[in-house]
């Protein structure tokens, strides 16, 4: 059995891809169902967030895993094998094992550290364990990922000064503006990116309004930051109250459009918005970079704004990535031990049939022993198999899981012939 992953993110695929193959919260159960139904797909999960869509997969297939994931994947997005496919990466063995740890950890992360991405690869986990694709191995491997990632939070910088999408978009904010007070920011969304922003305009003079499908959770946010919260109805008629607007909902098409947005400018007499897009599928039509006083960034544009945060963590991510090589090394010891286990029964199986074989061969001969000769007879042979297979067992139970450890197994099952038909 081997860890599959297959999947893209921010830096092998621009949003307009990623954002055909980005199920809905209503959808995501489906869609892992149909994913772990595939031929030669043993376990599963889906990890979907606004920078990447993968999957998780337990398989000992890969090849024939690979070819069905994509195909699937394709055909959720409306394209073609060919058009998707030099968007993706697939890691497979030790190298999925890692690049698990690392997005877990946020080291594969648009921006650096961020802390959300870990309660997201824990929900994808908790949704497969409902589901029940999610088994004994890649179980494991999940609750591996989370210990890496609790270590590197722990023992490194990169929790410091904690950094999410919502603050580079509060960010670019404060670069566009220089100074945030007296200006409205709009939340379009009450979800934990807008929740996030919010925090981050908070104590910076900026009225805060939030705009949600359930007005009751608007006015909720928007009440913890002394700002103000209507429903989704109400957005077209505010809009121009906003100088910049932050949106991240689960929509599924864009739910501001150019007409919107021409419309709230010659209400505000031209004056200058500045939209800012952090939702996967995006929440703002790229068509209103084209109107004059609208300024409008994306997800992407963002990662640009991270790389400055990257640089001052270079010596973190170092020491990150070494706890990540040394949780890389203890999941494959655990993996390589799983194929000693069933190599020690069938040996000690093996010589057990051929002692029991030849004991009551020789007892057969042997009419005139007494009971309790033929006890002792047997309590010999049961002691010179154990004495025999002691070292043998000791050696594999011992390295079995180290690097070398695969080599051994194989030795010991071609030198005793397990798997093979004991000739008497």
């Given at each position: ?13 621009p ?39 993968e999957t998780?997969?337990?398989?000992n ?10 195909r ?11 058009t ?10 030790e ?22 991405v ?26 591996q990922a ?23 978009a509060?960010?670019l904010?404060?670069?566009i ?8 920011c709009?939340?379009i969304?009450?979800?934990?990116m807008?929740?996030?922003?919010a925090?981050h305009l ?9 705009a949600?499908?359930t ?10 930051f ?7 109805t ?5 809009l ?8 991240s ?10 007409d919107?947005v ?5 209400q505000?007499?031209?004056r ?15 068509e209103?970079?084209q109107i ?14 991270s ?16 706890i ?9 010891s ?6 000693v286990?069933?190599?020690l029964?069938a040996?000690r199986e ?11 061969k020789?007892?057969k ?23 025999i ?11 079995g ?5 695969t ?16 000739q008497?």
């Amino acid at each position: 059995m081997k860890i599959l992953i297959i999947g893209l993110n921010h830096k092998t695929a621009p949003v307009a891809i990623r954002e055909k193959i980005a199920p809905s919260d209503n959808q995501l159960t489906d869609w892992l169902r149909e994913l772990v139904r595939l031929e030669g797909v043993d376990e599963g999960l889906i990890l979907s967030t606004c920078n990447r869509f993968e999957t998780w997969l337990i398989t000992n297939q890969v090849e024939h895993a690979q070819a069905v994931v994509v195909r699937l994947l394709a055909s959720k997005g409306h394209m073609e094998v060919d058009t998707l496919e030099p968007h993706l990466y697939i890691h497979e063995g030790e190298a999925a094992v890692a690049h698990g740890y690392r997005v877990a950890s946020s080291l594969d992360s648009l921006v650096v550290g961020e802390a959300q991405v870990l309660g997201q690869v824990k929900q994808a986990w908790q949704l497969a364990s409902e589901v029940g694709s999610c088994g004994t191995l890649l179980g494991r491997y999940c609750h591996q990922a989370f210990r890496v990632a609790k270590k590197i939070r722990s023992e490194t910088g990169l929790a410091k000064n904690p950094v999410s999408i919502a603050s580079v978009a509060v960010t670019l904010a404060r670069k566009i503006f220089g100074v945030l007070e007296g200006h409205a920011c709009l939340l379009i969304g009450a979800g934990e990116m807008c929740e996030l922003a919010a925090r981050h305009l908070a104590g910076q003079g900026v009225r805060i309004l939030v705009a949600n499908r359930t007005l009751e959770r608007a006015r909720e946010l928007a009440m913890r930051f002394d700002g103000e919260g209507f429903g989704l109805t109400d957005l077209e008629r505010r809009l121009a109250e906003a100088d910049i607007i932050i949106s991240s909902t689960g929509a599924v098409r864009p739910i501001v459009g150019t007409d919107m947005v021409r419309a709230a400018l010659k209400q505000r007499r031209y004056r200058s918005q500045f939209y800012i897009d952090i939702a996967v599928p995006r929440d703002l039509a790229p068509e209103i970079a084209q109107i004059d006083n609208a300024f409008l960034y994306d997800i992407d544009d963002l990662e640009k704004i991270s790389r400055e945060n990257r640089q001052d963590r270079d010596m973190e991510i170092a020491a990150a990535d070494a706890i990540v090589a040394g949780g890389v090394d203890d999941f494959m010891s655990w993996v390589r031990s799983l194929d000693v286990v069933p190599t020690l029964v069938a040996l000690r199986e093996s010589l057990e049939t051929i002692r029991d074989q030849e004991v009551e061969k020789a007892l057969k001969g042997w009419s005139t022993l007494t009971r309790e000769d033929r006890d002792r007879v047997i309590n010999l042979a049961r002691i010179m198999v154990n004495r025999i297979l002691h070292v043998p067992i000791t050696q594999l139970r011992e390295h079995g899981g180290h690097q070398d450890g695969t080599a051994l197994v194989e030795a010991a099952r071609k030198l005793f012939r397990l798997g093979e038909e004991h000739q008497a």
